[in-house]
């Protein structure tokens, strides 16, 4: 079932959120949102990378 019919959402809403977090991570795509997700992820709680 797809995100936007599960949260009762219009395909569009969700598309410009996604477009938001992606811009928000500095990134273009979801492979990206993943890498830097990963990257914060091992960054530790300060956010600083090397330290988790």
């Known amino acids: 079932m797809p995100i936007a019919e599960v949260l009762g959402l219009s395909v569009n809403t969700v598309k410009s959120h996604l477009r938001s977090v ?21 960054a530790g709680p300060a956010g600083h990378v090397g330290t988790g």
């Open 22 to 42: 992606y811009h928000k991570l500095g990134v273009t795509n979801r492979s990206g949102a993943l890498r830097r997700a990963d990257e914060l992820d091992r």
